[in-house]
DNA sequence: CTTTGCACCGTAAAACGATTATGGTCAGTT
DNA sequence: AACTGACCATAATCGTTTTACGGTGCAAAG
């Protein structure tokens, strides 16, 4: 029970302080002091200070996928609706994640190579889940076959879901748009149909 | 004739220089020894550097809109045609425009605030641009009745291109890409088709 | 009017050496 | 096994000095 208390204390208050400070301006003697736990506790749990920031993102989108995964598990859901509904809870998700914004810089200005593997395999997932809920739209009849270009028509889309994260996300614009992401998603959703 | 000569000379080394070694890794004395001029010309054409830089990239923008403008002004195309053919050369001339590149990073690190001006004016132009088009092509009965959510609509398009800058433009994912990015046109629009 | 070359200016940036803070380690304790 | 607090190497910060930068002024020349 003790070792879940002090890991789970620890990863609590990294979170806030990684999400208000960011990851350079949060030293783990602040972590410690606030978790009021000794530094050394700290690195029981975690190898590195990358490890604990790499594990706060990860819960993170393992949240973020949890929820997707209701709506993608729904097999009640025609892919048109699924997709939307889709693509509105990943935005919504991600609004909230507030360590995943931090990583969003790391194409610009502060490189965290050590997190890398994290972002490559949430858009690798991403990418299968968006590629089956199109293909089970072709197979539905519902959606164009597009069979032939799918894994780059896929990265592409995956290149603009990133884009929009900018704006959204640490420029603060997905309160204002978010409404009208939507009508988006519906020129989107056409454009696949048959 | 002689006015012309050293205004535009001063302009061609400081968009090479500039786009190889960035705003602020150029120096002015630099510019004005490879172009071999007084340093006190280029005070006599430009109030600053910040005037200089922004002239660089308002001829890139300038290029980029007469070039825009052939296609815009073809009264031949229908209003599908016309806006692929605009977002396709749009990327085209974009991904030449290595000084406008520099200006994407503004967002995140080296901000320029004083080429604000220039970016927003290209936003807002780019705004009406595809204005037109998609109410011509509803004009035309090509496409669907978009005129009640038409200007955030239009935002949410344009942060949608911005974004794919990043991955094309400062990730040099444009050649790979660009191929395929007519297929997401092609989404995009029947989507917006009748 | 346009351009030059030169000297100059204030201050921002870079360089430097000293000091402090950080991520991480480890032996001891519970 | 889980946790601690003292310690370590070095990265970061600090204060000071030096250098470089954007910009200016001016007389002379074209």
């Known amino acids: 029970m003790k070792i879940d208390s002090t890991k789970n204390k620890i990863l609590?208050?990294?979170?806030?302080?990684?999400?208000r400070y960011g990851f350079y301006k949060t030293s783990m003697d602040e972590i410690a002091r606030i978790a009021r736990r000794a530094k050394g506790s700290l690195y029981y749990h975690f190898k590195s200070k990358e490890e604990l920031f790499t594990e706060v993102v990860a819960i993170e989108i393992n949240n973020l996928k949890s929820q997707l995964s209701e709506i993608l598990n729904n097999n009640n859901l025609s892919a048109n609706i699924k997709?939307?509904?889709y693509l509105i809870k990943r935005m919504e998700i991600l609004n909230t994640a507030s360590n995943?914004?931090?990583?969003?810089?790391?194409d610009f200005f502060e490189h965290f190579e050590f997190i890398d593997n994290l972002r490559n395999n949430?858009?690798?997932?991403?990418?299968?889940?968006?590629?089956?809920i199109i293909q089970h739209g072709i197979t539905e009849n519902i959606f164009e076959n597009h069979n032939n270009n799918?894994?780059?028509?896929?990265?592409?889309?995956?290149?603009?879901?990133?884009?929009?994260?900018?704006?959204f996300f640490?420029?603060?614009?997905y309160e204002k748009y978010s409404p009208h992401f939507?009508?988006?998603?519906?020129?989107?959703?056409?454009?696949?149909?048959?």
């Open 12 to 19: 609590q208050v990294a979170s806030k302080l990684f999400s």
């Open 83 to 85: 997709i939307k509904d």
């Open 100 to 106: 995943y914004h931090e990583t969003l810089k790391a």
């Open 122 to 132: 949430l858009d690798t997932w991403e990418k299968k889940q968006i590629k089956n």
């Open 150 to 167: 799918m894994e780059v028509l896929l990265d592409v889309f995956i290149m603009v879901l990133k884009g929009l994260e900018i704006p």
């Open 170 to 173: 640490l420029q603060n614009k």
């Open 182 to 194: 939507d009508d988006l998603l519906k020129i989107l959703i056409k454009g696949l149909s048959k």
